[in-house]
């Protein structure tokens, strides 16, 4: 099989004018980057959005293990087929696989007891992962574990040792520790098929998923234990392997294995792990660049292939789904999507998306469209079918009003008008005293000055649909309330303070603190928060009395050091001074200097962050991956620009990491960014051409990129 997988690996790398020829990119994707520090991404075997993320699942339950997996470790529990990748908090690890061999203990053991449980130490030095494929060797039984997948189904070839007692145990009780079964089902169904469900509450509150699994070979025994494990045994010759597929449905069991047959109804392992490949291949084609530098294109394209892990399918091939409302949703017109960790993809991940994924856009437009009919409201923090309501503000309104103003139409304006309306007017997460007070008092809701910040942020969004459309009343409303942010601003100390209702600043006052109770600022620190107004650099700008001392200020955010207290957030990483690019309020930070005419300072600090703060290593990532966006951060950035304001697509020049990119950009075309003179010193925009034409502006619109044509920048060291 290795020499088949090789054969895909070093294709020569093309690239002919403006017209794309497919190039094997997956041979730079290395999935450890992000699974060090924090990174908390997700390691196993999956395609481009696919519902089934497989991969193994360790004994340990702390933070950074909230994928299931850290680079730290070495034992493995089970191979489970649902993962988070990047996330803050842990979640699934659903219907969960181990080959074994023996007589074993069915819960998740103890490190500290080698013979407890069911896991198993592995080695590093056996694994073996690239997209689509994942495989390792579990020391404790001898076996031998690959694994492959589909949008919707699991492949595992175990290959146990001769004349075992080899067995594989289903295991539906033991997930993460932030997820616990409440009700699990599993029975066979003949000599080769079992299925089952596990119903579960966690971070997800009633999380359901429903599986068929069918074995290469009859099951000599079968057995149930504690209504959470079922043990398949199995008669094996050395060298023999025993194939499973595992197919998800959150639905039923029934769609479960219609899902198998329409996506995996043979065995071929390897078909399926090329099958895999190609997916993966197409998705990474989709921008190919050219530079010199081997570590940017592992840095570049593994970025891209944490970007496509989420949001995922959520919806059977008959596009059955269930629904926010819990309940079952048949033969929708539209392709459901799950995992939406908006507070920190709405900044970068999804106006990715609109470039180089448009025709998944419609689909995730009207996935939230329907997650507002069915719960009431926008997704906030959607998972599984459940909201969350994990972070803050509406983030949701500002991806629906981007696509709106770029000009997708695929789904019903008015019922997206009055989502983003109907959500922004809802009494809960402080919104109540929004409209009471105009800002968010410290003394009626605690981090009342994040989410009013973030408030403004969604009400600027909704106000330029409500402009493009007519509705002068909401326009004047909501852009009056996208001001909100101002009322925090105390110009004695040139930083955003809270507020109590009766207009008082919270006393004491230290910029550099941040803690967890009682605290105007989620994961942040006035430094941070001082700049959430991407929505209105140029309100920001008048509030610290002109260009100069607004750019004094900013200067000395990446160069104030300081200690930031006993309880300050783990999420406050990737320090320059105290500006956090390991949290998503920074991330457009570096991109406000070019709004005073200053964008030589953007090109050295962007430049200094792809560059620092990105690596190849597996703690390449400075904060957590936070479901793309810490990788989208880098994609649009290494390209040469990043989405500042909230909504209609104006993307802020910074400085281009790579010499050369071909963007496919949908419907046969394509954008080409060719740098000139790049180098380590030469860093600064000197002059551009636009379809050989001068091009002079500090942004480029949507608009133009998604037309196709050339864009030339030359670039010099000062």
């Known amino acids: ?367 939230m469209l329907h997650i507002y009919q069915q719960q009431g409201k926008l997704p906030v923090w959607h998972l599984m079918a459940c909201e969350t309501n994990c972070m803050l503000g509406n983030p949701a309104i500002s991806v629906v009003a981007d696509a709106w103003l770029k000009g997708f139409d695929g789904f019903n304006k008015n019922l997206a008008y009055e989502a983003m309306k109907t959500s922004s007017m809802l009494d809960e997460r402080g919104l109540k005293y929004l409209k009471e007070y105009g800002y968010i008092p410290f003394d009626k809701e605690e981090e009342g000055l994040s989410k009013a910040m973030e408030y403004a942020i969604a009400d600027w969004s909704l106000a330029q649909v409500a402009q493009a459309t007519n509705r002068t009343d909401d326009y004047n409303y909501f852009s009056k309330r996208s001001q909100s942010y101002k009322h925090y601003f105390d110009k004695t100390t040139g930083f955003m303070r809270g507020l109590s209702s009766d207009g008082k600043f919270r006393m004491p006052f230290n910029p550099l603190e941040s803690v967890h109770r009682d605290n105007d600022y989620t994961e942040g620190n006035a430094w941070q928060y001082t700049w959430l107004a991407p929505h209105d650099i140029p309100g920001l700008v008048d509030l610290f009395g002109g260009k100069e001392r607004f750019a004094a200020k900013l200067d000395s955010l990446f160069v104030v050091e300081g200690y930031l207290g006993a309880e300050a957030s783990p999420d406050i990483t990737g320090l320059i001074g105290q500006y956090a690019h390991g949290n998503e309020p920074s991330h457009h930070i570096l991109y406000m200097y070019p709004y005073i005419g200053q964008p030589e300072k953007t090109a050295v600090k962007v430049r200094q962050v792809l560059s620092q703060l990105y690596s190849d290593q597996p703690d390449g990532l400075s904060g957590n991956e936070d479901v793309g966006q810490m990788s989208a951060w880098y994609i649009l950035s290494a390209l040469g620009f990043y989405q500042v304001e909230p909504a209609g697509g104006k993307y802020i020049f910074g400085c281009p990491l790579v010499d050369e990119a071909l963007i496919q950009v949908g419907g046969g075309k394509t954008f080409r960014i060719i740098v000139k003179n790049n180098g380590k010193n030469n860093i600064h925009i000197r002059k551009m051409q636009l379809n050989g034409q001068a091009y002079d502006k500090y942004f480029i619109d949507y608009k133009d990129i998604m037309q196709g044509g050339t864009l030339l920048i030359y670039l010099s060291p000062d």
């Open 1 to 367: 099989m290795y020499k088949l997988i090789l054969c895909f690996l070093f294709f020569p790398l093309l690239m002919f004018g403006n017209n794309p020829v497919e190039q094997n990119l997956t041979r730079y994707v290395d999935q450890s980057i992000g699974t060090g520090g924090h990174g908390h991404v997700f390691m196993g075997a999956n395609v481009p959005f696919g519902f089934v993320q497989l991969g193994p699942t360790s004994i340990p339950q702390t933070w950074d293990w909230t994928s299931g997996y850290h680079i730290s470790d070495t034992t493995v529990v089970g191979f489970s087929h649902t993962h988070l990748s990047g996330t803050g908090i842990g979640d699934l690890s659903d219907i969960s696989l181990m080959p074994v061999v023996g007589e074993v203990t069915l819960s998740r053991g103890d490190e500290k007891n080698p013979d407890s449980g069911m896991w198993s130490y592995f080695n590093h030095s056996s694994e073996r992962m690239y997209p689509g494929y994942y495989s390792v060797h579990l020391n404790r039984y001898n076996v031998d574990v690959e694994l492959t997948a589909t949008q919707r189904t699991g492949f595992h070839k175990y290959t146990f040792p001769a004349n075992a007692k080899a067995c594989v145990v289903i295991d539906l009780e033991n997930g993460t520790c932030w997820d616990k079964p409440e009700k699990t089902y599993i029975v066979q169904e003949n000599d080769s098929t079992v299925s089952g469900y596990r119903y579960s509450t966690g971070w997800a509150n009633d999380q359901r998923i429903f599986f068929t699994a069918s074995f290469s070979k009859p099951i000599q025994k079968w057995l149930v234990e504690k209504e959470a494990y079922g043990l398949a045994y199995f008669d094996t010759s050395d060298g023999e392997p025993i194939y499973v597929k595992v197919a998800l449905s959150p639905v039923s069991i029934e769609n479960a294995g219609q899902n198998m047959q329409v996506e995996l109804p043979g065995w071929d392992f390897e078909q399926t792990l090329a099958e895999a490949d190609a997916a993966w291949n197409r998705e990474l084609n989709k921008i190919q660049i050219q530079t010199a530098d081997e570590s940017v294109k592992k840095i570049f394209y593994t970025a891209m292939y944490h970007t496509m892990i989420a949001p995922s399918v959520f919806c059977d091939v008959n596009r059955d789904y269930r629904g926010a409302d819990g309940e079952i949703h048949s033969g929708a017109s539209f392709i459901n999507y799950t995992t939406f960790s908006l507070w920190d993809t709405y900044r970068a991940a999804h106006p990715l998306m609109t470039i180089i994924h448009p025709e998944k856009v419609n689909d995730i437009i009207n996935t």
